[in-house]
C-alpha cells in the first residue's frame, strides 16, 4: 500500500501529459481524415516505384531520453559529517519516515513532502540539518536586501529537472557557495542560512510556482532599478483656530459653480483612469505568456521571512533566483507544501485553490499547520475542550508530575561545514565576475568589482522594443573610482549625459550634466556643487554660449545669484590669444541679487546690483522696506575715463539719477554719491574677475575629466594587499631590508680570534701554550684599545677646553670694539662649546664605566670558546 501511494503523485504529475498526447493523436486523426488520398500504387512510373524503395530503406530512430546523471564529487574533499549520520541523526530520520507514512496514511491525495534527500556523498540527511546558520564578515550581508542580492548574483541557476518532481539530492550550502550553483532549493537553503544568522526568522519553503517564476524569466517584468520608490506624503497639520484670530474674507465664488467644476474634473480624472487601466489591461493581455501545459504543477522553493525579529513590520517572501522580496499575497506562487527552519518541519494543512493568497503564517496554529517536532518554538493556541480535563485530573498526578520530566526528540546539530567567503570571492559576485540579465524592454549587465578598468560595476540599458534594438538610454554605475565617479547617465534620443560623484574632489564637483555632442567649454551644461565643501558657497552653475548662472548659500556678503550674459567675440587677424582669459567672451550684463542683511537699513541694503558693461551704466535696486510695496533705486553712468589707471573721475549730477520711496528723507550729497560710484567700480571689477575665475574653474573641471577618463585609476585599499602594487613594492621593500640588515648583522659577528690565529698559521688543533697565548694576547690588543679610546675622548676634551678658554680672552680683549652681531656669534660659539665638552665628559665617564665590564665579557666568551675551552 506504501508503495502504490508513493507512487501516486508521480502519476498525477504524469496525467496532463497522457491527456496532451490524446488529444495531439486525436488531432492527428481528424486531420489525417480531411487530407486528400495519396494516389494508388498503380498508377505510379517505374522510376516513381525505384524512388520509393530506395526511400524505404532509410530509417530513422529517435534517441532514447535518459535522465542525466548526477554531478560526482571528490569524497576526499568532504568531513566525516558528510559521509555518517550520527546516532541521533539516524533517530531523526526514523522519526521522519514515520511521520511521512501518517501523512500519506491520512492524506492519501498529497503530492510527497521533501524531507530526507541524499547529500553530495550520497548520504540521506534531514533537511533542517543542512541549514547552517552563519552570520559572515562582510557588513552588506547583514540586512536581508544585501543577502538576498549577494545570493542571486553569486550563483548559477540549474533549473529542476522534471519540473514536477522534487529533486532527489540536496547539496549543502558550503558546497554551493565553492561550486557557484544551485537549484531553487540550494538557493534558498543557502539564503536562508545566511538570513537566520543575521537574526531573521527566516523558513525554506516548498511549494509550486509560475513558469516565469521557476526559470527566473523576468523578459515580462519592470527592472528594479526603474520601479519608482513610493513616495511617503507627510500629512498636514490642521492649523489650530485659535480665539483671536482674524476671519479670512468670505469666499464670493458660486457654491454650485464650485461643484459643478468639481464634478466635470473627477468625471475627467475617472475618465482618464479608466482609459489607462483599458489601456494596461490591453497591454498585459497582449503580453500575457502562453498557457504553460505544467501550471500548478511546478515544484519550486522559496524563502518566507516571519515580521517580529530584526523590525521586520510585516511577513514576506524572498525570491532566492532574482534577490527581489513579494508579498505573501503574491500571483507567482501557486500553492506551499511545507516550510522549514533548523528547528522544525510545518506541513501546510490549507486549501491553496486560490494561490497562497490569504494563507495564515501563525505557525503556531495547529489547525492550519501540522508541525514535526514537539519542541516548537511557536506559541501554541490552548485548546479549550482539554482545559477541564487537565484541571480534574491536576489534584492526583500533581506528585507524579513533579517527578517526571517530559522527553522529547530535538534537532541534532547541523552536519555542514562552516560556511567561509574569502574577500576575493565576495568581490567577484558573480560567476567570471560577469552576469546579465534581461527585463522588459531593460537589459542589466553586472560586474565583479575590480573587474574592469573603469571601475564599472553595473550597467543598465533601456530600449524602446522588446527585441532590445532601440537604445534609449543607459546607466552605469561604478565604484572604488579615484575620481569619486558613481553613475553617469546617457540619454541617447536628447544626447544629454549627466554623471555624479561622491564627496572628495578637488573641486567639490556632486553632478555634471552636459551635451554628449558638445562637451567642452562655452556650450550648454549644468554643475552642482558639494556647497558645504566650498568657501564661496557654491550651489549650482548652469553654462550656455550666452550666459551663465550661478547659485550660492551661506555666504558673508549675502550673495545668492550672479547671471552674466556673453556677446559674440570681435574677428581679429593675427595669431590667436595663447591664454584663454585673454581670448574670453565680452562680458554684456553681469546681474548679482543679495538676500536681506538686517544690519542695515532696507533703502541701504542692495536687492539687485546690475552691470551694463555694453552701455556703461550701473543700476542697483534696494530692499523694500516693511511697510513699503516698492523699493528705492538708483542708477549711474560710468565715467568716459573709468578704465584707465590713477586717472581722476569726473562725477556729475547728470550722471546719476535715483528713486526714493520716502520723499521726507534727506537725499544725498555728491561727495556721498562719488563714493558709492567708486565702490560700485571696485564691485564691478570684483565681479567681472569673478566671472573669469568661473570660466577658468570649468575649463579645469573638463580637462581633469579628459585626464581621468583616459586614465581612469581605481583607489585601492592599502589592506588589500592583492591588488594594491604600492603595498607590495612596499611589504617587498620591508622584507629586502630586513634580509640585508640579518646579513649584515652575521657580517658584524666577526670571529674575534681570527686576527691572532693567522700570525701563528691557523692551525686546526691549539696546543696548551698557543691557547694561553691567543688569550693573553686578545686581552691585551682589548686592553690596548679602551684605554686608546679613552685617551682619544680625553685629548678630543682638552682640545675644546683650550679652544673656549682662548675664545673667552679674545672676547676680554674686544669686548669694547665688539658689534651685536659679533657679541651674538661669540655667545653661540661658547653655548656650543660648552655643549660638547659637556657630551665628551659623559662619554669618558661611560666608557671607563663600561670598559672593565666589556674586558670580563670577552675573559668570558674566551674561556667558552670551543677552541680554547679545554684549557680553561
Same mark, same amino acid.
Given at each position: 500500500?506504501?508503495? /502504490?501511494?508513493?507512487?501516486?503523485p508521480?502519476?498525477?504529475?504524469?496525467?496532463?501529459?497522457k491527456?496532451?498526447?490524446e488529444?495531439?493523436?486525436?488531432?492527428?486523426?481528424?486531420?489525417?481524415?480531411?487530407?486528400? /488520398?495519396?494516389?494508388?500504387?498503380?498508377?505510379l512510373?517505374e522510376d516513381?516505384?525505384?524512388?520509393?524503395?530506395?526511400?524505404?530503406?532509410?530509417?530513422?530512430?529517435?534517441?532514447?531520453?535518459?535522465?542525466a546523471?548526477?554531478?560526482?564529487?571528490?569524497?576526499?574533499?568532504?568531513?566525516?559529517?558528510?559521509k555518517?549520520?550520527?546516532?541521533?541523526?539516524?533517530?531523526?530520520?526514523?522519526?521522519?519516515?514515520?511521520?511521512?507514512?501518517?501523512?500519506?496514511?491520512?492524506y492519501?491525495?498529497?503530492?510527497?513532502?521533501?524531507?530526507?534527500?541524499?547529500?553530495?556523498?550520497?548520504?540521506?540527511?534531514?533537511?533542517?540539518?543542512?541549514i547552517r546558520?552563519?552570520?559572515?564578515?562582510?557588513?552588506?550581508?547583514?540586512?536581508?536586501?544585501?543577502?538576498?542580492?549577494?545570493?542571486?548574483?553569486?550563483?548559477n541557476?540549474?533549473?529542476?529537472?522534471?519540473?514536477y518532481?522534487?529533486?532527489?539530492?540536496l547539496?549543502?550550502?558550503t558546497?554551493v557557495?565553492?561550486?557557484?550553483?544551485?537549484?531553487?532549493?540550494?538557493?534558498s537553503?543557502?539564503?536562508?542560512?545566511l538570513?537566520?544568522?543575521?537574526?531573521?526568522?527566516?523558513?525554506v519553503?516548498?511549494?509550486?510556482?509560475?513558469?516565469?517564476?521557476?526559470?527566473?524569466?523576468?523578459?515580462?517584468?519592470?527592472?528594479?532599478l526603474?520601479?519608482?520608490?513610493?513616495?511617503?506624503?507627510a500629512?498636514? +497639520?490642521?492649523?489650530?483656530? *485659535?480665539?483671536?484670530?482674524?476671519?479670512?474674507?468670505?469666499?464670493?465664488?458660486?457654491?454650485?459653480?464650485?461643484?459643478?467644476?468639481?464634478k466635470?474634473?473627477?468625471?475627467?480624472?475617472?475618465?482618464e483612469?479608466?482609459?489607462r487601466?483599458?489601456?494596461?489591461?490591453?497591454?498585459?493581455?497582449?503580453?500575457?505568456?502562453?498557457p504553460?501545459?505544467?501550471?500548478?504543477?511546478?515544484i519550486?522553493?522559496?524563502v518566507?521571512?516571519?515580521?517580529?525579529?530584526?523590525?521586520?513590520?510585516?511577513?514576506?517572501f524572498?525570491?532566492?533566483?532574482?534577490?527581489?522580496?513579494?508579498?505573501?499575497?503574491?500571483?507567482?506562487?501557486?500553492?506551499?507544501?511545507?516550510?522549514?527552519?533548523?528547528?522544525?518541519?510545518?506541513?501546510?494543512m490549507?486549501?491553496?485553490?486560490?494561490?497562497?493568497?490569504?494563507?495564515?503564517?501563525?505557525?503556531?496554529?495547529c489547525?492550519?499547520? /501540522?508541525?514535526?517536532?514537539?519542541?516548537?518554538?511557536?506559541?501554541?493556541?490552548?485548546?479549550?475542550?482539554?482545559?477541564?480535563?487537565?484541571?480534574d485530573?491536576?489534584?492526583?498526578?500533581?506528585?507524579?508530575?513533579?517527578?517526571?520530566?517530559?522527553?522529547?526528540l530535538?534537532?541534532?546539530?547541523?552536519?555542514?561545514?562552516?560556511?567561509?567567503?574569502?574577500?576575493?570571492?565576495?568581490?567577484?559576485?558573480?560567476?567570471?565576475?560577469?552576469?546579465?540579465?534581461?527585463?522588459?524592454?531593460?537589459?542589466?549587465?553586472?560586474?565583479?568589482?575590480?573587474?574592469?578598468?573603469?571601475?564599472?560595476?553595473?550597467?543598465?540599458?533601456?530600449?524602446?522594443?522588446?527585441?532590445?534594438?532601440?537604445?534609449?538610454?543607459?546607466?552605469?554605475?561604478?565604484?572604488?573610482?579615484l575620481?569619486?565617479?558613481?553613475q553617469?547617465?546617457?540619454?541617447?534620443?536628447?544626447?544629454?549625459?549627466?554623471?555624479?560623484?561622491?564627496p572628495?574632489?578637488?573641486?567639490?564637483?556632486?553632478?555634471?550634466?552636459?551635451?554628449?555632442?558638445?562637451?567642452?567649454?562655452?556650450?550648454?551644461?549644468?554643475?552642482?556643487?558639494?556647497?558645504?565643501?566650498?568657501?564661496?558657497?557654491?550651489?549650482?552653475?548652469?553654462?550656455?554660449?550666452?550666459?551663465?548662472?550661478?547659485?550660492?548659500?551661506?555666504?558673508?556678503?549675502?550673495?545668492?545669484?550672479?547671471?552674466?550674459?556673453?556677446?559674440?567675440?570681435?574677428?581679429k587677424?593675427g595669431?590667436?590669444e595663447?591664454?584663454?582669459?585673454?581670448?574670453?567672451?565680452?562680458?554684456?550684463?553681469m546681474?548679482?541679487?543679495?538676500?536681506?542683511?538686517?544690519?542695515?537699513?532696507?533703502?541701504?541694503?542692495?536687492a /539687485?546690483?546690475?552691470?551694463?558693461?555694453?552701455?556703461?551704466?550701473?543700476?542697483?535696486?534696494?530692499?523694500?522696506? $516693511?511697510?513699503?510695496?516698492?523699493?528705492?533705486?538708483?542708477?549711474?553712468? +560710468?565715467?568716459?575715463?573709468?578704465?584707465?589707471?590713477?586717472?581722476?573721475?569726473?562725477?556729475?549730477?547728470?550722471?546719476?539719477?535715483?528713486?526714493?520711496?520716502?520723499?521726507?528723507?534727506?537725499?544725498?550729497?555728491?561727495?556721498?554719491?562719488?563714493?558709492?560710484l567708486?565702490?560700485?567700480?571696485?564691485?564691478?571689477? *570684483?565681479?567681472?574677475?569673478?566671472?573669469?575665475?568661473?570660466?577658468q574653474?570649468?575649463?579645469?573641471?573638463?580637462?581633469?575629466?579628459?585626464?581621468?577618463?583616459?586614465?581612469?585609476?581605481?583607489?585601492?585599499?592599502?589592506?588589500?594587499?592583492?591588488?594594491?602594487?604600492?603595498?607590495? +613594492?612596499?611589504?617587498?621593500?620591508?622584507?629586502?631590508q630586513?634580509?640585508?640588515? +640579518?646579513?649584515?648583522?652575521?657580517?658584524?659577528d666577526?670571529?674575534?680570534?681570527?686576527p691572532?690565529?693567522?700570525?701563528?698559521?691557523?692551525?686546526?688543533?691549539?696546543a696548551?701554550?698557543?691557547?694561553?697565548?691567543l688569550?693573553?694576547?686578545?686581552?691585551?690588543?682589548?686592553?690596548?684599545?679602551?684605554?686608546?679610546?679613552?685617551?682619544?675622548?680625553?685629548?678630543?676634551?682638552e682640545k675644546?677646553?683650550?679652544?673656549?678658554?682662548?675664545?673667552?680672552?679674545?672676547?676680554?680683549?674686544?669686548?669694547?670694539?665688539?658689534?651685536?652681531?659679533?657679541?651674538?656669534?661669540?655667545?653661540?660659539?661658547?653655548?656650543?662649546?660648552?655643549?660638547r665638552?659637556?657630551?665628551? $665628559?659623559?662619554?669618558?665617564a661611560?666608557?671607563?664605566?663600561?670598559?672593565?665590564?666589556?674586558?670580563?665579557?670577552?675573559?668570558? *666568551?674566551?674561556?667558552?670558546?670551543?677552541?680554547?675551552?679545554e684549557?680553561?
Open positions: 500500500m506504501e508503495n /502504490e501511494e508513493e507512487n501516486k508521480a502519476e498525477n504529475g504524469e496525467e496532463p501529459l491527456e496532451e498526447n488529444e495531439e493523436a486525436a488531432q492527428k486523426e481528424e486531420g489525417e481524415g480531411d487530407e486528400e /488520398e495519396p494516389a494508388n500504387i498503380e498508377d512510373t516513381a516505384l525505384a524512388l520509393k524503395a530506395e526511400l524505404a530503406k532509410i530509417v530513422v530512430h529517435p534517441p532514447a531520453s535518459e535522465p546523471p548526477m554531478e560526482e564529487f571528490d569524497q576526499s574533499e568532504f568531513s566525516p559529517s558528510y555518517d549520520n550520527l546516532p541521533k541523526e539516524n533517530l531523526v530520520l526514523q522519526y521522519a519516515e514515520n511521520f511521512r507514512r501518517q501523512m500519506v496514511q491520512l492519501r491525495d498529497r503530492k510527497p513532502l521533501f524531507l530526507n534527500p541524499i547529500n553530495e556523498c550520497g548520504i540521506e540527511k534531514f533537511v533542517c540539518t543542512t546558520p552563519t552570520q559572515l564578515e562582510y557588513k552588506e550581508l547583514y540586512n536581508w536586501e544585501g543577502a538576498a542580492e549577494f545570493v542571486a548574483d553569486y550563483l541557476i540549474e533549473p529542476l529537472k522534471p519540473e518532481e522534487l529533486p532527489k539530492r547539496i549543502s550550502p558546497t557557495l565553492k561550486r557557484q550553483k544551485g537549484n531553487c532549493f540550494e538557493y537553503t543557502l539564503l536562508c542560512s538570513l537566520i544568522g543575521a537574526g531573521y526568522d527566516a523558513y519553503v516548498s511549494g509550486y510556482a509560475t513558469k516565469e517564476t521557476c526559470l527566473a524569466d523576468e523578459s515580462r517584468d519592470i527592472c528594479p526603474l520601479k519608482k520608490k513610493e513616495e511617503i506624503k500629512e498636514e +497639520k490642521k492649523k489650530e483656530i *485659535k480665539k483671536y484670530n482674524v476671519k479670512p474674507p468670505r469666499d464670493l465664488r458660486s457654491k454650485f459653480e464650485l461643484k459643478q467644476e468639481a466635470r474634473k473627477a468625471e475627467k480624472e475617472a475618465e483612469e479608466k482609459r487601466k483599458e489601456e494596461e489591461e490591453r497591454i498585459a493581455e497582449l503580453e500575457k505568456p502562453p504553460d501545459p505544467y501550471y500548478g504543477l511546478r519550486h522553493a522559496w518566507l521571512v516571519l515580521s517580529g525579529k530584526r523590525e521586520v513590520p510585516e511577513n514576506f524572498i525570491e532566492p533566483f532574482t534577490g527581489l522580496s513579494h508579498s505573501v499575497d503574491s500571483a507567482n506562487y501557486l500553492g506551499i507544501e511545507s516550510v522549514w527552519n533548523n528547528i522544525n518541519y510545518w506541513v501546510n490549507q486549501d491553496c485553490s486560490e494561490g497562497v493568497k490569504g494563507l495564515s503564517y501563525d505557525l503556531g496554529d489547525t492550519v499547520w /501540522e508541525y514535526m517536532f514537539p519542541n516548537n518554538d511557536k506559541p501554541l493556541l490552548r485548546i479549550p475542550e482539554a482545559e477541564d480535563d487537565i484541571l485530573g491536576l489534584d492526583d498526578d500533581e506528585d507524579n508530575e513533579e517527578n517526571e520530566v517530559e522527553k522529547y530535538d534537532m541534532p546539530p547541523s552536519w555542514v561545514d562552516a560556511l567561509k567567503l574569502s574577500l576575493r570571492d565576495f568581490q567577484m559576485r558573480c560567476p567570471q565576475g560577469k552576469k546579465t540579465k534581461l527585463y522588459k524592454r531593460a537589459k542589466l549587465e553586472k560586474f565583479a568589482h575590480y573587474l574592469m578598468k573603469d571601475g564599472l560595476v553595473s550597467k543598465l540599458s533601456v530600449f524602446e522594443n522588446k527585441e532590445l534594438t532601440d537604445l534609449i538610454m543607459t546607466r552605469e554605475y561604478f565604484a572604488h573610482r575620481d569619486k565617479l558613481t553617469r547617465v546617457t540619454d541617447q534620443r536628447k544626447g544629454l549625459v549627466i554623471e555624479n560623484f561622491e572628495g574632489r578637488p573641486r567639490c564637483l556632486k553632478e555634471h550634466t552636459y551635451r554628449s555632442s558638445a562637451p567642452g567649454p562655452e556650450n550648454d551644461r549644468t554643475m552642482l556643487f558639494y556647497h558645504e565643501a566650498r568657501v564661496d558657497g557654491l550651489v549650482k552653475r548652469v553654462e550656455s554660449p550666452t550666459e551663465m548662472t550661478e547659485e550660492y548659500v551661506n555666504r558673508d556678503d549675502f550673495l545668492y545669484y550672479k547671471h552674466v550674459e556673453y556677446g559674440k567675440r570681435t574677428k587677424f595669431p590667436q595663447s591664454s584663454p582669459a585673454k581670448n574670453s567672451r565680452p562680458i554684456l550684463k546681474v548679482q541679487k543679495f538676500h536681506r542683511n538686517r544690519n542695515k537699513a532696507a533703502n541701504e541694503d542692495i /539687485e546690483l546690475v552691470f551694463h558693461m555694453s552701455e556703461d551704466k550701473i543700476q542697483i535696486s534696494y530692499h523694500t522696506e $516693511d511697510p513699503r510695496i516698492a523699493s528705492s533705486t538708483r542708477e549711474y553712468l +560710468k565715467p568716459a575715463n573709468w578704465d584707465e589707471k590713477g586717472a581722476i573721475l569726473t562725477f556729475s549730477s547728470d550722471m546719476h539719477q535715483t528713486f526714493q520711496v520716502d520723499p521726507t528723507e534727506p537725499h544725498k550729497k555728491q561727495v556721498e554719491l562719488y563714493q558709492v567708486l565702490m560700485l567700480l571696485k564691485a564691478e571689477e *570684483k565681479c567681472r574677475s569673478d566671472v573669469l575665475d568661473s570660466e574653474e570649468v575649463r579645469a573641471i573638463l580637462d581633469d575629466r579628459v585626464k581621468e577618463e583616459t586614465a581612469s585609476d581605481l583607489d585601492i585599499s592599502v589592506y588589500d594587499t592583492e591588488r594594491n602594487e604600492k603595498a607590495k +613594492k612596499h611589504r617587498r621593500e620591508l622584507e629586502r630586513q634580509l640585508e640588515e +640579518k646579513m649584515r648583522k652575521q657580517e658584524m666577526i670571529d674575534y680570534l681570527a691572532f690565529l693567522a700570525k701563528i698559521g691557523n692551525p686546526e688543533k691549539l696548551k701554550a698557543q691557547a694561553f697565548s688569550k693573553e694576547e686578545c686581552l691585551q690588543d682589548l686592553k690596548q684599545r679602551l684605554i686608546d679610546k679613552a685617551n682619544l675622548i680625553q685629548a678630543r676634551f675644546e677646553s683650550q679652544a673656549l678658554e682662548e675664545k673667552q680672552l679674545w672676547y676680554q680683549k674686544n669686548q669694547v670694539s665688539m658689534g651685536k652681531e659679533d657679541e651674538e656669534q661669540y655667545l653661540t660659539y661658547c653655548k656650543d662649546a660648552i655643549f665638552i659637556h657630551i665628551l $665628559d659623559q662619554r669618558l661611560r666608557h671607563k664605566e663600561q670598559a672593565p665590564h666589556k674586558y670580563m665579557q670577552l675573559e668570558q *666568551k674566551l674561556r667558552s670558546d670551543e677552541r680554547l675551552a684549557f680553561f
